[in-house]
């Protein structure tokens, strides 16, 4: 038995066969052979904090000096945006608080109020060219969990795909497996990645309904169907409708709100329903 | 013996370390390099088989680690091509530098193309020519300039070995 250890070929063998069963098992997202791969990842995670802390800052000034042509333009563009804005502010004051009002008389829960937000540092990419899934600093210790929303300010980022104990990997939603049920003009559709539009960070809307009257730049939203996303985050706005042959296979070109080169940081969702175990939820 | 996997664990930790944060930064058409690759081309020409399957293991096991969907791909993917580059080895001249940006281009095709035939062509997520032209044909071309760099580092840590292997044959 032992000589048959020294041979190398059976152990080629062998360890091939091992990779492939591996292969299987952690294929699922949710297995425990997955959390201890990213256990394994643990060592790199404090240099890849300070990496990433020190690109945002070399960074940044390349992106103060290039945008300093930009900025004079851009300053006239927004000084004659603000006083439109400031009038719409007042509107919305006033609907706001009429809102408020007609929510209370109505009982309307507050569609957030049952998720509780932990905030992230994103501090690793992906190393291949395939997939984008990039690695967050939050993990179980903070009571994240599989499948919960990652949000940005400006709109939906992805879901978590797989947890450690100290980070969590991101699922975005360009990302060819991904797939969110949406919301445009009250009709659902169907807003996945796209392996030729993801390098561009676009997204690809399919299932249009045929009675669906799409328009470029109209908004997109999470319809809440589906169980993982809460329903009316941002995704993004159509910026593109392709035609097919047949009405069946039409689809539209999705800009996702979030800009996801220069994404830094995000909010991860958990459901407080959902996860009391861990002894986060009341916080 | 202690050198040599002192060395090899802090090249390895390091490249990793690069790949999953500065990497993205300097992305050309969109594509990234990967370096993890052209680090097991140069180990299995210059080191031979032996070295060049467990360190293409450890590499491969390491990008599966730190990003990707599942474990063990990347390290069978890996562990299969130090094996075959470092079995060519022999019959070359292996301290020229050409014949490492060769392997890394001729590698980066298989690496990745299987990765993608897999993965991604096998569940209907594209077709076959597309990724070929935008992401495999720049990222090989990357890949292998990129390894003109790792090779100069490599050749001399190589040196250091074999100075280190000799002067213990002594005793």
Redesign the interface.
Known sequence: MLRLFRNKFFL?AL??IL??V??GV??R?DSP??TV??S??I??AP??KV??FL?DKI?GIFVYFEDMKELKRENDELRAKLDEMEKETRDLNRLREENRILRETLNLKDQFSDYISIGGNI?????????N?F?IDAGTKDGVAIDSPVITNKGLVGSI?QTGPLSS?VISIID??SAVSALVNNYIVIVRGD??LK??GLLRMDRIPVELDLKVGDTVETSGVGGIFPKGILIGKVIEIREGDTDLNRYAVVEPAVDFQRLREVFVLVDKTKNTETGNGEK | MKIKVLAYSICIFVITLLQSTIIDYIKIMNVKPNLLLAFIVVVAILRGNVEGTVIGFICGLCHDVISGKMIGVFALLGLYIGLLIGSVNKRLYRENVLIAVFFTFVSTFVYEYVFYFFNLFLRGKGDLIFPLKNVILPEAVYNSVLSILIFIIMIKLHYTFEEASRTSRKY
Do not use: R
């Not at chain 1, 501090?123 to 997939?131: C, E, M, T």
């Open positions: 080629l360890l091939t990779l492939l591996l292969i952690s294929s997202a052979v997955n791969g990213n394994l990842s060592p790199w240099f890849q990496a990433s690109e960074g501090i690793a990419k992906d190393v291949g060219n395939w997939f899934i690695t795909y990997k060819v497996d392996i030729n390098d561009q």
